[in-house]
């Protein structure tokens, strides 16, 4: 199994580069990954390429289908309190 990009992909052209296997590939509406292509770089590198670069919580899910980036882990703030600091924001 490999893993996969999901609709919160922005298209950046961050991952693509990366890929050792050249597994990525840009498509409509978001980039994709080439499961017969990937092996999540094992035995190239500690984590999977892709994964490591992604700006974007939730948009890599591992071959579980679990997100490599979950909600709260790039950002700091977990999503129980997202709401709160949304508002906060607007209210600037």
């Not at 994709?32 to 899910?61: K, M, T």
Request: proline share 12%; glycine share 6%.
């Amino acid at each position: 199994m490999s893993y996969r990009i999901t609709a919160a992909c922005v298209n950046c052209w961050a991952c693509e580069p990366l890929c050792p296997n050249e597994a990525v590939r840009a498509a409509k509406p978001h980039f994709v990954i080439e499961a017969a292509r990937c092996n999540g770089c094992e035995g190239e590198f500690a984590d999977p390429q892709c994964a490591s670069i992604c700006p974007i919580e939730g948009a890599i899910l591992d071959p579980s289908g679990a997100p490599v980036n979950p909600p709260g882990s790039l950002t700091g703030i977990p999503p129980s309190a997202w709401s709160q600091v949304q508002q906060a924001i607007q209210a600037r």
